[in-house]
């Protein structure tokens, strides 16, 4: 019998599939920190965003890795990235909303502290700043009640008219005649 030739068996390397949101590795501890660090640096810096390389810099630090450009586009890009960023935003806004909310009380005693003492200093320029945002919520303005009436005109076709037939209701209304000014 002849010899055959031997054929080399490779091993098949399993390949992982992708998670769900197409990305192939899951975020990073130092990813974590970096979002943390994100979203503190938006709300102490009134909404505004560091740069691209202050971004770089931070992230190459928790990573100890050399980060470019492209990579830190993907990383806000991915759906973990932004998950994560929103809820902790969204859990940032409710913390400072109780916060608020406990302080309340101390607020409106502060406020009512400082209207007596501008009563009993008699200052008057003082006062009306208390008083005024009390009042406008009590008592709204007449420009405010002036700006919510509205006018509507309902204007029909014949054909329209004519679709309605007997079943016509009577509606009583005001109107200004138009005065042709030209």
Same mark, same amino acid.
């Given at each position: 019998?002849?010899?055959?030739?031997?054929?080399?068996?490779?091993?098949?390397?399993?390949?992982?599939?992708?998670?769900?949101?197409?990305?192939?590795?899951?975020?990073?501890?130092?990813?974590?920190?970096?979002?943390?660090?994100?979203?503190?640096?938006?709300?102490?810096?009134?909404?505004?965003?560091?740069?691209?390389?202050?971004?770089?810099?931070?992230?190459?630090?928790?990573?100890?890795?050399?980060?470019?450009?492209?990579?830190?586009?993907?990383?806000?890009?991915?759906?973990?990235?932004?998950?994560?960023?929103?809820?902790?935003?969204?859990?940032?806004?409710?913390?400072?909303?109780? *916060?608020? *909310?406990?302080?309340?009380?101390?607020?409106?005693?502060?406020?009512?502290?400082?209207?007596?003492?501008?009563?009993?200093?008699?200052?008057?320029?003082?006062?009306?700043?208390?008083?005024?945002?009390?009042?406008?919520?009590?008592?709204?303005?007449?420009?405010?009640?002036?700006?919510?009436?509205?006018?509507?005109?309902?204007?029909?076709?014949?054909?329209?008219?004519?679709?309605?037939?007997?079943?016509?209701?009577?509606?009583?209304?005001?109107?200004?005649?138009?005065?042709?000014?030209?």
């Amino acid at each position: 019998m002849p010899d055959l030739p031997t054929v080399k068996r490779r091993k098949r390397r399993l390949r992982r599939a992708p998670p769900a949101s197409g990305n192939r590795y899951m975020l990073l501890p130092g990813h974590y920190d970096f979002i943390d660090w994100l979203a503190k640096y938006i709300s102490s810096h009134q909404g505004k965003k560091p740069t691209n390389a202050e971004q770089i810099e931070v992230l190459e630090e928790l990573l100890q890795v050399k980060v470019t450009e492209e990579a830190l586009r993907k990383l806000r890009r991915r759906a973990e990235f932004k998950e994560y960023f929103n809820n902790l935003i969204d859990d940032r806004d409710k913390a400072n909303v109780r *916060k608020l *909310k406990s302080k309340m009380p101390e607020a409106i005693d502060a406020h009512f502290k400082g209207l007596d003492m501008a009563v009993t200093a008699e200052d008057y320029r003082a006062i009306p700043a208390y008083t005024n945002p009390i009042l406008d919520r009590v008592i709204p303005r007449r420009d405010a009640l002036q700006a919510q009436q509205q006018v509507i005109n309902i204007v029909l076709t014949p054909k329209q008219e004519a679709l309605l037939g007997e079943e016509t209701t009577v509606v009583e209304a005001d109107w200004d005649e138009l005065v042709d000014e030209t």
